[in-house]
């Protein structure tokens, strides 16, 4: 059933390759990317056979009746409120998130070619894309919108206009009524663009010994953490309104290999070996400490969310919590985009990339097959 879509995206992703790294057929690339963006949302099953679909959709026909599970639902229901039929509210929701998706891109691509013309920054965009495109557009319609919505933040990330906090305030509000764990990927961003500077300030300022307190009182609290994350996300998940369940129900899994298993629960970690390898590699420097700094912060932001899947892995849909912060390899990105590598260095970069994507897909596949 959803053996189309999957095939676009791989496809894709194939064919995209050769196009960035030979001369003279580079422009056509991009048209590529988004062609199979729109044909994988056309082609992805919207009958209640679908998975989720019948779910879904009994969410939208009877949104009053689900009580506290409302809230989630809110949005997307208004949204596709004057949309008849049932597979057409499906389509035009992910039409949407779609649309969205591209017109940010394109934004990206058109800042990126103002400051550099090497073509691997724009192959590498377009793959993790696609590597974390396939379950959400494919499965979870609420997750792909608030994906899409976080990469219009990835638009106003370059821009330093003092009333764009205004617009990234409004999208981060939407993002929550959403789909509530992408707001994690929404704090994440503001640290990084309006408080890093000031991180970074305290940080080198801040004595050795000072910094040896700060270490030593932190790590009790850290390893009650560690010891007692999965008992706080069941808490939290019943504070949520409608979200009780997430603390409840119990997802077989048991079909998933433990190599699939232990390359899936550490994803997040793989996500971002590419931009450090350019920023190990790249011949072009910069000065500061933004680039690791944000690669610390993300490494706080991912490792509880890879320790609670290891913890409990037994809970609904403790794997999606994840991709709440993929959005934030993007930002790493912006950070590199200048860096100069050599042919190795840029087939080493993309080889892992294109990995990464292809696992992306057949996890996928693995999920729907289940």
């Known amino acids: 059933m959803y053996a189309n879509s999957l095939l676009i995206l791989l496809i894709g992703s194939i064919l995209i390759i050769p196009l960035v790294i030979l001369k003279g057929y580079s422009k056509y690339s991009i048209p590529l990317f988004y062609l199979a963006v729109i044909a994988a949302t056309l082609y992805r099953p919207t009958s209640l056979l679908g998975t989720d679909n019948s779910n879904f959709l009994m969410s939208l026909e009877n949104h009053a009746d689900y009580g506290a599970e409302a809230f989630k639902y809110t949005v997307v229901h208004y949204l596709t409120f004057f949309i008849p039929g049932t597979w057409q509210k499906i389509i035009t929701l992910n039409l949407l998130s779609s649309t969205i998706v591209i017109f940010s891109f394109s934004k990206i ?7 550099t013309n090497f073509k691997y920054i724009f192959l590498l965009y377009m793959t993790y894309f696609l590597n974390m495109a396939p379950p959400l557009l494919l499965v979870h319609i609420r997750q792909y919108l608030a994906f899409a919505l976080t990469t219009l933040l990835l638009i106003f990330y370059r821009s330093k206009r003092n009333k ?61 953490l560690i010891q007692y994350i999965d ?25 998933t290999s433990a190599a699939l298993s232990t390359i899936s629960t550490l994803y997040p970690l793989f996500l971002i070996i590419p931009p450090i390898l350019i920023r190990i590699l790249g011949k072009q420097k910069d000065k500061n400490d933004t680039f690791f700094s944000i690669i610390i912060i993300y490494l706080l932001f991912s490792t509880p969310l890879i320790i609670l899947e290891n913890k409990a892995s037994f809970l609904y849909s403790i794997s999606r919590i994840k991709s ?7 930002l790493l990105f912006f950070h590199v985009e200048e860096e100069k590598l050599n042919q190795i260095s840029v087939l080493a970069v993309t080889s892992i990339s294109i990995f990464l994507s292809i696992f992306s897909i057949y996890r996928a596949y693995k999920y729907i097959a289940i």
């Not at 691509?109 to 400051?115: A, C, D, G, T, V």
């Not at 500077?197 to 009182?217: A, D, P, Q, Y």
């Not at 008992?231 to 079909?255: C, E, H, N, Q, W």
């Open 109 to 115: 691509f058109k800042q990126i070619k103002k400051k």
């Open 164 to 224: 764009d906090i205004f617009y990234e305030l409004l999208i981060s509000i939407f993002i929550f009524f959403v789909h509530p764990i992408y707001s994690y990927f929404s704090i994440f961003y503001f640290i990084c663009k309006y408080f890093l500077r000031n991180l970074i300030h305290i940080k080198n300022k801040t004595t050795l010994l000072s910094k040896s307190f700060i270490f030593l009182g932190s790590l009790f609290p850290v390893y009650l």
């Open 231 to 255: 008992v706080l996300f069941v808490k939290i998940a019943f504070l949520l309104p409608g979200f009780d369940r997430y603390g409840l129900t119990m997802s077989d899994d048991s079909t």
């Open 324 to 330: 709440a912060i993929y959005p934030a390899i993007f």
